[in-house]
């Protein structure tokens, strides 16, 4: 069935640091991978997202990898800051509807 | 343009009481959906609408109903309000497949069940 299994579920990470979490897909025909990040109290807000016609993409701090053949995904964040303390959502889009399905979430700590 | 507008943001209800969130956009998104997020559960798919007049059920559809009798609206109704459904609920709309665009998120409606 349709599934995204996201690991750790929390990390904790000294600021500065760098930060990964990594995400596994089921369906093999999966195209889009958003990566939303989530305040406390706040809505979901995408950060990055990756299509599959590419292996990597960066946007200044923030990098997202894609492996297909082994359907895993990563989100990678550099120089961490305290405003990187936040739950993160990998996600697949899947079917002709466009349905999204989330991972879990990582709670991600930036530890001063 | 104020994006995905969710109301109300906060209600308590009582066991077994009916009732509607409103979800509107003015984006011309032609997709909607209906999300529930509950602690250590990510968020999970209720319902989801690819166009006006259409729905369809998500991985969590039992215990509500859906409309989308125009574009930019997407009703979620409780009919008998429990307390498995408290919860914090996001409607999100996006362009669909076609565009292949992320979606985006209201603020959310944060619904207690007594």
């Known amino acids: 069935g349709e599934n995204v299994e996201q690991h750790p579920s929390t990390l904790s990470v000294q600021e500065g640091d760098s930060a990964v979490i990594k995400c596994t897909y089921s369906d093999s025909a999966s195209n889009y991978f958003p990566w939303y990040k989530q305040e406390l109290g706040k809505r979901p807000q995408l950060i990055i997202d990756i299509r599959s016609n590419v292996g990597e993409k960066k946007d200044q701090r923030i990098a997202v990898t894609l492996n297909k053949t082994a359907k895993h995904f990563s989100l990678h964040i550099t120089e961490t800051q305290p405003e990187d303390s936040a739950v993160y959502f990998c996600?697949?889009?899947?079917?002709?509807?466009?349905?999204?399905?989330f991972g879990k979430g990582t709670r991600l700590h930036i530890l001063p | 343009n104020a994006g995905v507008t969710q109301t109300p943001k906060f209600r308590v209800l009582k066991t077994g009481q009916s009732m509607t969130l409103l979800c509107a956009q003015d984006m011309n998104h032609e997709y909607m959906y209906w999300y529930r997020q509950d602690p250590g559960m990510g968020l999970r798919l209720i319902h989801y609408?690819?166009?006006?007049?259409?729905?369809a059920k998500g991985e969590v559809p039992d215990g509500y109903n859906v409309s989308r009798l125009k574009k930019q609206n997407f009703l979620l109704g409780l009919e008998s309000a429990a307390p498995s459904q408290t919860s914090v609920y996001f409607c999100?709309?996006?362009?669909?497949?076609?565009?292949?665009?992320?979606?985006?998120f209201g603020d959310g409606t944060r619904l207690s069940i007594l």
């Open positions: 609408s690819v166009g006006e007049g259409t729905t």
């Open positions: 996600a697949e889009v899947v079917g002709r509807d466009d349905k999204i399905i």
């Open positions: 999100a709309s996006s362009y669909g497949r076609r565009h292949n665009q992320p979606q985006h």
